[in-house]
């Protein structure tokens, strides 16, 4: 007997061994209707509703690339809330990692680390930590909770400014309804970032932590084995969360639209700080955000200035807002990576294959996407972002 058919029979022993012991409680039909069980059944309607109604033309989803695409977003967006949100705890919350090389949610970074933890608005909790090396550190307090809504924006963010970090990185600070840093009511969720410049994205090395901590400073009382009705919230929760993010996203309407995102293909709009009632966006960087379209034979140059700040980069995204592959690609350049012009400014180049010229970010061959840019704790104007399209035959004039 190999080790999966022992592992397997241990269950069926397990199920035989504990049927005696409670009868009373188990003598049903075969199709029990359990209230988990009827959750399940939602949730698998939702994943056929969304590759219906979700993945249609209606939403301007109709191309081959399109469709894979966004069944390979519901699937990193159903591990999130599997991760993070089925079985969360306010009371004993933990930092878990938001997004990675396999897991591509809401617009990651690869040169970012992001972690996720639920708290309760009502408690006061303990964070400490290692900076670890980061050019940048932030805690954001979201208006969103363990019910798998998203947030509704920003209520508080703590940045390095605001901590006490010792020569070793070493830092804590508490937050509460009574604390220097206040939480308010409906806050319940923090996401925290951890930036780091450096010539390979700090997301393609599997080993990277951040060491944090968080403990209510009040302990709670031991919390009881999950029952049906726990359960079936627990999957309620995924499917919310599934939902909003996906089929719940409402389609921009053009006067929704933040004035740093640009809806012309290959032009930028002037970088901004983006309003605090947007959920997940970083108060401490400008934003500047724009589609690039080329063909076959085309190239996308862009050239500016990193103004004097904490961090910078740009990076390439699909339609669903996931990076490309940034593992085995160049699809983004941060401040250490690019190489400059000797004026002082960048000229980054997207094309779908090597040009020959430095700066190049990969566009493996994607005709249409996003390109985003951030500037984190700009001290100066962002320069304007010039672009331009050139024939690919054309670049090696650049130098």
């Known amino acids: 007997m190999d080790r999966r058919h022992f592992i397997g029979s241990l269950g069926t022993l397990g199920a035989a061994a504990l049927a005696p012991a ?13 209230q988990s069980r009827v959750a399940f059944g939602e949730l698998i309607a939702l994943l056929q509703q969304l590759d219906h109604d979700y993945l249609s033309p209606a939403r301007r989803i109709a191309g081959v690339t399109d469709i894979s695409d966004g069944h390979r977003q519901i699937l ?46 009502a408690r006061t909790y303990r964070i400490s930590g290692n900076v670890g090396g980061a050019d940048f550190t932030s805690f954001s307090f979201e208006r969103a909770g363990v019910d798998g809504v998203p947030s509704k924006g920003v209520a508080l963010v703590v940045d390095d400014r605001a901590m006490k970090i010792s020569r070793d990185g070493d830092f804590e600070f508490l937050v509460g309804p009574d604390q220097k840093f206040k939480l308010e009511p409906g806050v319940g969720m923090i996401q925290t970032r951890h930036f780091f410049e450096r010539a390979k994205p700090i997301c393609a090395d599997p080993v990277k932590q951040i060491p944090l901590r968080i403990e209510a400073v009040e302990p709670a009382s031991p919390r009881p084995a999950p029952d049906d009705a726990w359960i079936a919230a627990s999957i309620r929760r995924v499917i919310t969360f599934l939902r909003e993010t996906t089929i719940g996203m409402p389609m921009m309407q053009p006067d929704k639209i933040p004035a740093w995102v640009s809806i012309i293909p290959n032009r930028f709009n002037p970088a901004q700080i983006p309003a605090g009632d947007i959920g997940f966006a970083n108060r401490s960087s400008a934003y500047s955000m724009a589609p690039y379209a080329l063909a076959p034979d085309q190239a996308l140059v862009i050239e500016g200035r990193f103004p004097k700040c904490r961090f910078a980069n740009v990076v390439l995204w699909n339609r669903f807002l996931q990076t490309y592959d940034y593992e085995t690609h160049t699809i983004s350049r941060n401040g250490k990576s690019t190489k400059l012009l000797p004026d002082g400014r960048f000229r980054m180049v997207l094309a779908h294959r090597d040009p020959g010229v430095p700066n190049w970010i990969d566009t493996q061959g994607r005709p249409t996407g996003m390109v985003y840019w951030r500037f984190v704790l700009p001290e100066e104007t962002v320069a304007p972002l010039e672009a331009r399209v050139l024939p690919f035959a054309d670049l090696k004039a650049l130098g």
């Open 22 to 34: 409670t009868v009373g409680a188990q003598t049903a039909p075969a199709a029990l209707q359990t």
């Open 76 to 121: 990193h967006h159903l591990h999130v809330a599997l991760s993070l949100i089925a079985e969360a705890d306010p009371d004993r919350p933990a930092f878990r990692r938001t997004a990675d090389m396999v897991t591509k949610f809401l617009g990651d970074n690869p040169d970012a680390l992001y972690y996720t933890a639920f708290i309760d608005p």
